[in-house]
């Protein structure tokens, strides 16, 4: 890498746009370009341009009081610039310090006479640190030794020892890693900042998350046992509901049929009645058994009339007997087992027909009758014996015998008027009974329909009463149904689901719900914002964390980074350090032509308060600042601030050297460093220049000759009437070349 171009427009003296070429030495040489003119002609002002090019803030260094005093403030033929422009041109081909892999680097900056300050890279708006980092990255010191002013020479030696231990940094090329490290714990301050915000946000929310947390808990469970609830009352509520509806539908079927029979069973047995009193309504009794009866006695009478008559007769005809001493035979028993025998057939009829299922009164009648004739018959002729049979005979009375006939004609007859009569009687007593027997037999079935009639009845009022326990047990499930799950009824009385899980039915299902019911009592209503509030606070929550978590990594990673700067950071500058002291000890040797100087490492100590307590410790070996020992040649004393002008101007060069051979600069402006040396240091100063050369490329301010015989260009700086620089360039190789020709 090395310096370019500079170029400068409205910037102090140069008020018009003016570009400085500079180039390498060929054969690897950096070479030496130099700045030459009269006083006041704005040679200083050019190294000023790469001085605040590079970032300077110091309106000391810059030389002025005000940030504008930089622009250029016209002069009587000139009027003043508005703004201030210096572009320096890195040639980056090569030797990439950068890491950035562009080939050239042109850092731009500008001031208006507003204020307004724009840094840019390679024309792309740039921020100071931008344009800070990168330089350092180049290897390029800010406000050390790369642009070294007048007066600024000895500025190493009357500085702190801590500002020397900076200066030294820098030149060692630790800058960058100074930067990078100031950047990390800029960025550890910040995270920890952040991460102490979150953490007091998170410490706030916490408590609120968990508190959201156990009500979103709850609201779960909560949902859980009310999905399990209203299962189990769907299947409760449903499963009582189609009983309930069966049973009703039931009922009401068993009521209208047991009704509709009562109503049939009632109009047959009306009918029935109708018939049994229209029957009982017919023939009376009385009026044809009454006349038979009548007849009968008549007969009765009419036959104990003929008997009597007949006993009458007899008794005539037995007293004429007696009379006519006719022997008296007893009844033959022929006659006597006759009449039995007799006797014993209508027995047997009448047992006969008193065993008949239907009995027939009249035949009855007749047979006993017959019996009680027979067994009188027997009776009286037994009593009155019968003349013997063969005995001669009385002659009887013939109008007797004749009357007797006559009266036995007249039984004849009249037992056939008495059988006729039986027969009769008989006969109306069989269409009575036939009459009694269809009575008892519709009276039967009248009761039988009154009994079947009321047995509907009962059957009809036991549906009713089931009917209205049924309803009841409707009612009082509808408004338990509306109480505990109102929702359910729509679907139940619309016809709702018919497929009822009933098997999770079980004998305690009642106990179940009302546990259910209890304990979601217990958990109490939920706030549906609870929700939205858990789910935002969560997500707040868990950002903040892993916010937390990034935080922290970021810190730890960060301050793994510090340690390892540190590491570097303290390998280089020990390593440099030893370097830097060596040279500085040489080049002391060569510009005094002996003598001795060194650096010395200052310790950090332990800060302490009043009472000694330690407030803070450093790390072993942690170095302070550094003081300087010079002892010119034939001296005794080593604090340099008993130095000569000259000494200190001497000394300076030597450290500013020794820097240069340590950590060789890609360039260095020198501006009138060497002011203040006599010819032959002057000559010793150019010599290390020209060696130095090699590695590091200079741009030197001077008005030396013998620095000037070390340059490969020259540019001649001159200024007119106008006040503004102008530019004149000398190429020493051109000029060779013009006079070899
Ligand atoms: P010397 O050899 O004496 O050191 P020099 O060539 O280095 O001189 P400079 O210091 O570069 O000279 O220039 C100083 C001149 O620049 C002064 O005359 C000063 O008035 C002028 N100058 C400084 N700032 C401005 C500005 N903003 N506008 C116009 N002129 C300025």
Redesign the pocket.
Known sequence: MYLKRLEIQG???F?QKTVLEFKPVASGRRGVTAIV????????????AIRWVMGEQSLKLL??KKSE???????DKRS?SGF?EVTMVLENEGEDRTGLDLGEIAVTRRLYRDGQSEYEVNRQSARLQDVTLLLAQAGIGQRTYSVIG?GMIDHVLVSTPTERKEFFDEAFGLKSFQLKRQSALNKIDDSKKNLAQTESILNEIGPRLATLDRQVRRLAERETLQAELQALEFAYYGSEWIQIERGIVSATTRFDVARSEQVKLVEIANTLEAELAQMERATPRGDGFKELRVKLDALALEKSGLRERELSLETQKAVAAVRAEKPWSPLPLSKIIEAIESMRFAHEELMTELNQERLDIAKVRMFVEALHTLSVDLAGKLQRPAPEPGQNTVAIDPQIEAELKEIANAYTHLAERVMQANIELEGWNRGEDEKRSHIFKTQHELSQKRAEAQASERRAGDASVELARLETRRDGLLADLRLHAPELEGKLLEGGDRNVALEVLSADTSGKMQKLRSQLEWIGGIDPETIKEHGETKERFEFLSKQVEDLRAGIQALDLVVDELDATIRTRSATAFTKLNYEFSSYFKKLFDGGDASLVEIQSEPELDEDGTVLWEPEAGEVAGVDIQATPPGKRFKNISLLSGGERALTSIALICAIMATNPSPFVVL??VDAALDESNSRKYAEIIGTLADKTQFVV?T?NRATMMQASVLYG?T?GDD?V?QLLSVDFADVEKLRRS
């Not at 005093?69 to 002069?75: A, L, T």
């Open positions: 910037f102090k003296t008020a003119g009269p006083n006041g002609s704005g040679k200083s002002n050019a190294a000023d030389r002025g005093d930089v622009i250029f403030s016209g002069s003043r201030a007048q501006d009138e301010v008005h700086v200024m006040g620089s």
